[in-house]
């Protein structure tokens, strides 16, 4: 009973410096093989599923070139194998929208939700870590962030946006950003540079003769490129809570990089920089297998929306859209499943 | 995947092999007079003085946007992503001299060293120098990582002790200026530029202009249908320029995020669809510019 009592007066605290780096080094399974053909049948799987579907396809839409079917194809024929027409782009964003609720899809699509507080914090909190990472230092969290952002293309909006917040918000957001800046300085571990830790780094794979591409941008890189065995660390990082979402978009990063590397990594994890907890997946044939078909079944219902399918109506729990638009049909049958309860709080 | 030969080792390997054929001059200058007899019908209908530069960015466009632009281009300003290749392009070559163990060690050193460098000289030897002193903690960060990353992913692609001589990593653009009454100029450019040995000692100062070269071209995203061409496209440029060296031997693509590693090996062919795909860009760039220019 002493030993518990101790247990329940010990709280518990994140993992930092080593140890969390060492929560990620090992996973308490052995690191998986670089098996080029195990990751070539999960390749010629989804190339043969969705050019089967393209191959059914009347709308004269998709243009298939007649030498990629024999999926094995090595880099060069995949490479010679390219459509014309653009892809279409699959990233963990859009595969847990439509898979949530397609119905939804089409009012979350790339780079149209609104500014909220949260998301001006996981931008800061993302380019704040970037520069921990590279730098080794962060300064006054609210100004390097800015500062970042305002280089970035892709934040102008959102850095113009926090411009213009309110006084108060604008204070309760640096507020946060200068907590989670604080955990990430005591916590986050400094990486050796002969691990090539890389931030940022954009993943794509093309699909079914270039008409579909699965495309990532993952947080952390860390390591060589795999060679007989699974070397590669990926580390995604949230300042918000965890979500039900978040091992999904791990198993899809893994999926991505094995299939564009050869060989998976060995490991996938979110960070939380609110908290300080490290979620770790070690990477297995199970997971990438489970992720190709999840992300099969993601592509097929992304391209039928975008040849005109009708989207399901069926509410969803996982669908934060359901939730916040019950004036919209599946909304309100979500609301109602709910017994009217306000299941976003 | 060979056990015993990793990926980067057999890059390198695939990069240095003895070259598989050498375009004789008499091809070469065959390939050049076509080239330029086909181009000066394409511009005929230009304005006298215009000119028209061709890039590989904009080969590319050619195909995959070939209706004209449609609105002005912005003035230049910089930005992280143009300092991205030549900072990127110097921590390799900081690598391959054994000064720093790996990119993202040497990110903050040779940036800090360019800006000291510019400041004590008032030299740029990278144009951006000037930019990147006036940028605070939180952008130059960016910076530094994104350069860090595509560092990174080139160093990684070779076995660097597996080359017979350092390669030149970077340097000055290949250029070609048609002999034309309307200027135009095609443009490649190469991350690096192999020199390629049959047998014997590994070359050294002007031996290397006899020696053939493999280059190495670098891009984002995935390879699009032609990238054949493409890539044939930065030794076409090479070999028109420098009529007195041999014409690249290779060029091997990279697309890092994609994972892939795409070579051509030089011959007449390939030449030949590189001219042709200039002649189609040219063509669609002549016809995008009329049609803009034309009244409504």
Known sequence: ?345 | MRRGITRASAATLELTAPPASRVVDDVRLRIRDRLVSDLATSIGELALGEQVEITLPLLRRAVAHPEPPAAREEPFAWKPIFVRRSLGLALVNACATGRFRSPCEGAGPVAADAVTEWRRTGWRTFHWEPWFAGLPLGARAVVLADAVGWASAVWSSFDWSGFAALPQIGGADDQWTCPALRTIRLKARSEMRVPLTTSGPAPRGDQCATRQVALVSVSGGSPADGWPDELAYLALVAGLGSPSRPVPARVMGLWPDAGLRLTVDIDESALEGAAARVSDAVKTFVGARLSVDAPC
């Not at chain 1, 860390?222 to 979402?245: M, N, T, Y």
């Not at chain 1, 859209?321 to 109602?336: F, I, K, T, Y």
């Open chain 1, 1 to 345: 009973m002493a030993a518990l009592g101790e247990a329940w007066s010990d709280p518990w605290r994140p993992l930092a410096g080593p140890a969390l780096l060492e929560r990620l080094r090992v996973t308490g399974r052995p690191r998986p093989k670089a098996d080029p053909e195990f990751v070539h049948r999960i390749r010629h799987h989804l190339d043969e599923e969705l050019s089967t579907d393209l191959a059914g396809d009347s709308s004269g839409r998709h243009h298939i070139p007649s030498e990629t079917d024999e999926g094995s194809a090595g880099a060069e024929e995949r490479g010679q194998a390219i459509s014309r027409l653009p892809p279409l782009v699959v990233t963990k964003g859009r595969l847990n929208r439509v898979l949530a609720c397609d119905a939804h899809h089409p009012d979350a699509g790339f780079g149209e939700r609104a500014p909220t507080t949260a998301m001006a914090c996981g931008a800061i909190v993302d380019v704040l870590f970037r520069q921990l990472v590279c730098v080794g230092a962060i300064g006054d969290p609210m100004v390097d962030g800015l500062a970042a952002l305002a280089v970035d293309d892709r934040q102008t909006g959102l850095a113009s946006w926090i411009e213009r917040l309110p006084a108060s918000d604008r204070e309760e957001l640096r507020a946060e950003v200068e907590r989670q800046a604080e955990g990430l300085r005591h916590r986050w571990p400094a990486l050796e540079g002969s691990w090539l830790p890389r931030t940022q780094e954009s993943m794509r794979v093309q699909l079914a003769a270039g008409s579909i591409e699965l495309s990532a941008r993952v947080d952390l890189v860390i390591g060589r490129p795999a060679e007989d065995e699974a070397s590669v660390a990926i580390v995604e990082v949230k300042s918000g809570a965890r979500r039900a979402e978040h091992r999904a978009d791990l198993h899809f990063y893994a999926l991505v990089e094995a299939l564009r590397s050869c060989a998976p990594p060995f490991v996938v994890a979110t960070y939380y920089t609110r908290t300080g907890e490290l979620d770790v997946d070690p990477v297995t044939e199970e997971l990438l297998v489970g992720a190709a078909s999840r992300t099969l079944i993601g592509a097929r219902v992304l391209r039928d929306l975008a040849d005109g399918a009708d989207p399901r109506r069926v509410p969803d729990g996982l669908c934060g859209l359901c939730a916040v638009m019950p004036e919209r049909g599946p909304g309100r049958a979500h609301v109602e499943g709910s017994g009217g309860q306000d299941v976003t709080r």
